[in-house]
């Protein structure tokens, strides 16, 4: 069978290599001069940085992926486990270095928040039960058709807690602002509000504290450069610069893609790495979509956007281990304006990944790399970030200065700016989104677009933005359920 896999992000190569191992026919078609998607990385004046994913977790399924197409993950990258997995720092001046250890956790607990010591136990326990019962009937089904369904177990779904936000649930368990805090920021790893949100959001906690978090040696991109050697011992065949413009059909089934200069590449399958919203409304022809189906795309919310700084500075500063946050003043102000006044936060809660912690070598020596991350609205008509980025540039800056980062301003050695213009630009991602669709109602991460459209024979889809959802496992199995449906159908 002849395959074209439209994007050569995470999703379309792992996509890529199953189908190859079965004997398929693979061609990645990517419009940017490199492959990896989201997962990228840039290297300047002896500083290198991750720009998109910088923390892995579940990473048994990147095992199965890698044992699927006959190899061994161990083969190609070595994982380091983080510990601390993440530091916090709070407006009041609290540090919480979170460990994948109870007891190490427990013990600062027990110094800012001692009230909510047993709390913490108790949520950590209540986070585990939520994935047991979410893995079968949502993370590893592709819910496509009633079978699928029937395979659920009913009475788990009954208690996956989607009948209230992750802000309610938290609120009601820890009395301390911190904990309130920490808790609920795991729910921008999808892109969402935690006072919107889904309290079944809270199964992420699990994932990173209790299952743990890890990095790639080398950096981020040493995985798609693993799959890239995959798919080439595969058979698989890479073409860049690429850009799909359309897909092409008869009856309703798809036979092949157009490029931007009008070549046309035949396909018995097509699986699209774009984001869903993008093929549904812009590759495909606007007779292949049926109105009612593009007015309820149109009508999705976005997951929220970045703006992002790469800083190569030529100091060290002793408080930022790997993973570090800084919490804004104000939870719940901070999600009004990005989700609801479509702004960027007055007081920001602000991501840093530094890397050369993990690998000196991500900086000259006695420096750092600082991956600086924002949540950003999505895009909406009148944004204009070539005025906005250098002064919100600034702002970021003195805000870390202010929140511990002495004299940071005065170290910067190299910096860049990625706004979400850039997202959508690169990655012809919806409206700049970062994760597809975001999670704000109680049945949003169910209703992500599956992976075989409904619409058009032989299309089928992986990535972020559909189902299961965005990060390195879920995309991944993005491209399981892709290539289960495919065997299914085809």
């Given at each position: 069978?002849?395959?074209?896999?439209?994007?050569?992000?995470?999703?379309?190569?792992?996509?890529?290599?199953?189908?190859?191992?079965?004997?398929?026919?693979?061609?990645?078609?990517?419009?940017?001069?490199?492959?990896?998607?989201?997962?990228?990385?840039?290297?300047?004046?002896?500083?290198?940085?991750?720009?998109?994913?910088?923390?892995?977790?579940?990473?048994?399924?990147?095992?199965?992926?890698?044992?699927?197409?006959?190899?061994?993950?161990?083969?190609?990258?070595?994982?380091?486990?983080?510990?601390?997995?993440?530091?916090?720092?709070?407006?009041?001046?609290?540090?919480?270095?979170?460990?994948?250890?109870?007891?190490?956790?427990?013990?600062?607990?027990?110094?800012?928040?001692?009230?909510?010591?047993?709390?913490?136990?108790?949520?950590?326990?209540?986070?585990?039960?939520?994935?047991?019962?979410?893995?079968?009937?949502?993370?590893?089904?592709?819910?496509?058709?009633?079978?699928?369904?029937?395979?659920?177990?009913?009475?788990?779904?009954?208690?996956?807690?989607?009948?209230?936000?992750?802000?309610?649930?938290?609120?009601?368990?820890?009395?301390?602002?911190?904990?309130?805090?920490?808790?609920?920021?795991?729910?921008?790893?999808?892109?969402?509000?935690?006072?919107?949100?889904p309290a079944t959001m809270n199964v992420i906690p699990h994932v990173?504290?209790?299952?743990?978090?890890?990095?790639?040696?080398?950096?981020?991109?040493?995985?798609?450069?693993?799959?890239?050697?995959?798919?080439?011992?595969?058979?698989?065949?890479?073409?860049?610069?690429?850009?799909?413009?359309?897909?092409?059909?008869?009856?309703?089934?798809?036979?092949g893609v157009e490029d931007q200069d009008h070549q046309c590449y035949?396909?018995?399958?097509?699986?699209?790495?774009?984001?869903?919203?993008?093929?549904?409304?812009?590759?495909?022809?606007?007779?292949?979509?049926?109105?009612?189906?593009?007015?309820?795309?149109?009508?999705?919310?976005?997951?929220?956007?970045?703006?992002?700084?790469?800083?190569?500075?030529d100091t060290k500063y002793p408080a930022l281990s790997h993973h570090?946050?800084?919490?804004?003043?104000?939870?719940?102000?901070?999600?009004?304006?990005?989700?609801?006044?479509?702004?960027?936060?007055?007081?920001?809660?602000?991501?840093?990944?530094?890397?050369?912690?993990?690998?000196?070598?991500?900086?000259?020596?006695?420096?750092?790399?600082?991956?600086?991350?924002?949540?950003?609205?999505?895009?909406?008509?009148?944004?204009?970030?070539?005025?906005?980025?250098?002064?919100?540039?600034?702002?970021?800056?003195?805000?870390?200065?202010?929140?511990?980062?002495?004299?940071?301003?005065?170290?910067?050695?190299?910096?860049?700016?990625?706004?979400?213009?850039?997202?959508?630009?690169?990655?012809?991602?919806?409206?700049?989104?970062?994760?597809?669709?975001?999670?704000?109602?109680?049945?949003?991460?169910?209703?992500?677009?599956?992976?075989?459209?409904?619409?058009?024979?032989?299309?089928?889809?992986?990535?972020?933005?559909?189902?299961?959802?965005?990060?390195?496992?879920?995309?991944?199995?993005?491209?399981?359920?892709?290539?289960?449906?495919?065997?299914?159908?085809?």
């Amino acid at each position: 069978m002849k395959v074209i896999t439209i994007g050569g992000g995470l999703g379309g190569l792992s996509a890529a290599c199953l189908l190859a191992s079965e004997g398929h026919e693979v061609t990645v078609l990517e419009k940017n001069s490199s492959v990896g998607g989201k997962i990228g990385e840039v290297s300047a004046q002896g500083y290198r940085f991750d720009t998109g994913p910088s923390l892995l977790t579940m990473p048994f399924i990147l095992k199965d992926l890698f044992d699927r197409c006959g190899v061994a993950l161990s083969d190609y990258l070595t994982l380091d486990t983080l510990d601390p997995i993440c530091n916090y720092f709070y407006r009041n001046g609290t540090e919480f270095n979170c460990h994948k250890s109870s007891c190490v956790n427990v013990a600062q607990i027990q110094k800012f928040a001692p009230d909510d010591v047993q709390a913490y136990k108790e949520f950590i326990a209540y986070s585990a039960k939520l994935y047991e019962r979410t893995k079968d009937a949502f993370l590893y089904n592709p819910l496509y058709e009633l079978s699928d369904v029937g395979s659920v177990k009913w009475r788990n779904l009954l208690h996956i807690d989607a009948f209230q936000t992750v802000a309610e649930r938290v609120d009601k368990c820890f009395q301390s602002i911190e904990l309130q805090q920490f808790f609920k920021r795991f729910t921008t790893y999808n892109g969402s509000s935690p006072y919107q949100a889904p309290a079944t959001m809270n199964v992420i906690p699990h994932v990173e504290i209790t299952m743990g978090g890890y990095y790639i040696r080398g950096g981020m991109y040493r995985l798609i450069e693993a799959l890239v050697q995959l798919a080439k011992d595969l058979g698989v065949q890479l073409i860049t610069n690429c850009f799909v413009k359309n897909i092409k059909t008869e009856n309703q089934q798809v036979t092949g893609v157009e490029d931007q200069d009008h070549q046309c590449y035949p396909a018995d399958v097509i699986v699209s790495n774009a984001d869903a919203y993008e093929t549904y409304l812009n590759i495909t022809h606007s007779t292949d979509i049926s109105i009612q189906k593009k007015k309820q795309l149109e009508q999705v919310e976005p997951s929220c956007s970045g703006f992002v700084l790469l800083l190569g500075i030529d100091t060290k500063y002793p408080a930022l281990s790997h993973h570090n946050i800084f919490f804004t003043g104000d939870y719940e102000r901070e999600f009004q304006q990005i989700f609801q006044e479509k702004r960027m936060p007055e007081d920001p809660t602000i991501y840093i990944a530094n890397t050369s912690y993990t690998d000196p070598q991500d900086a000259p020596e006695g420096g750092s790399n600082l991956f600086v991350l924002i949540n950003a609205p999505y895009l909406t008509p009148g944004d204009n970030w070539q005025e906005q980025k250098h002064q919100y540039k600034s702002f970021v800056v003195n805000e870390l200065e202010k929140r511990g980062l002495d004299g940071l301003g005065s170290h910067i050695q190299y910096s860049n700016i990625i706004t979400p213009e850039d997202f959508q630009t690169k990655y012809r991602s919806n409206r700049g989104s970062i994760y597809g669709t975001s999670s704000n109602n109680k049945l949003s991460a169910f209703l992500r677009p599956r992976n075989k459209s409904r619409s058009l024979e032989g299309l089928y889809l992986v990535g972020g933005s559909t189902h299961p959802g965005g990060g390195i496992p879920l995309v991944t199995l993005s491209a399981f359920h892709a290539v289960e449906l495919i065997n299914r159908y085809e």
